[in-house]
């Protein structure tokens, strides 16, 4: 840095990768996957994979927008509260019926919302513009309506077409199937839908120390957390996780369940890529294909590995390999992973929300580099705040639990102070930040 001229207070070493080095690096090795059909209700949040046309008008034809008398807009020009126009009654329609004759001058239908405006019809006065309810309360006679109102042609009559003409594109390939999607694809007749298929991650934990939950508490153990909060992330994000357990630090094990692994379209492994670990680990990922170790630019989550398994056909399944402190194994994943399923689901953007807000509290960047720390962002008076979780060592899953954010301070910056704008990686919108 010095040597460029820069003026910053922290020199970062040149070998490491930036945040976004790494995830370009990361994204090279991933394609969109393949397409597949299946019924409309299980797609949502899937990408279509087909342009969506439609084969009819919708609505199919004109139809009423309100309860009340179908009618010709001519005979009515002079009607009012004062004058009434009385028309005669000659037929009644509902929704999913058709009519059985036509309206001519001096003539009304009774027509309920939905049902086909009958021919020669051209507009449609509700029930309230009439005399019904007097009417049929003195038991006179319902062959007759006096209409208390004048009304334009075309008055609650919802045209043929109005929403989805013939032919028309109605949904482009590669938009993200949500509930309008899905009830749109519904109303269009379709009942199952071209969309990229989802991938499979698979998700191993490797350390001596796990124990599965459900297993019994031992002494010198701890619980396997990064398989769920890794899981449970793939499944938010779109992918289907394959759980494959824990392998432990020997070369048998992590033989085993890496060949289970390479059904997926990516691994995703946590712990076994800092310094300390067992070499064993990484000789092992070696010996079935590439893998590189990075250093990445953040905190946490700094140590990353990243490779390429290659499967007995032949077959090349990138491995993203989290490091094993639980934060940093989400935090790395909510970087790197999450992107890479957004990548094979076909998704455009792989951002998360990130908002502006202010800092109630510093940030301190130690060693130059990206800090994502875990924030508790509220609306106060129409301005975001964010504070901090307290203590930000790596290790402490429950803070992580307490966060809606990630706030972020950039690599080139000791320390955010308190009262800076800072931007932060929203995990979550909970109501209360509306
Ligand atoms: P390692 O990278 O193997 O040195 O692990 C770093 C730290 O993360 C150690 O304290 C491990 O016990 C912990 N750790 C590793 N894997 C997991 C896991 N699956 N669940 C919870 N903690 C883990
Ligand atoms: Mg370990």
Known sequence: MTQHGHSHRHHYDESMLSVEEALERILGYFDVLDVEEKPILDAVGQVLAEDVTSRFNIPPMDNSAMDGYA?????????SAESPVALKVIGIVAAGSLPTEAVRPGTAFRIMTGAPVPDGADSVVPFEETDEVERRNAGRSMDEIAINVSVHQGSDVRPAGEDVRQGDLVLEKGVVLRPSEVGVLASLGYHTVKVIRRPVVAILS????LLEPGDEFGAGKIYDSNSYSVAASVQRYGGVPLMLGIARDNLDSMNTKLQEGLESDILITSAGVSKGDYDMVKDVLAQHGKIDFWSVRMRPAKPLAFGVLTAP???????????GNPVSAMVAFEQFGRAAIYKMLGKSGFQKPRIQAVLDEPIHNFDGRRVFARAIVTKENGTYHARLTGNQSSNLLTSMARANGLAICPEDMPVKEAGEVVEVQMLDWPEEVF
């Open 71 to 79: 009618v010709q807009a001519a005979d009515l020009q002079r009607a």
């Open 206 to 209: 490797t350390g001596n120390e």
């Open 313 to 323: 056909d032949g077959r090349q399944v990138p491995h993203l390999g989290l490091p």
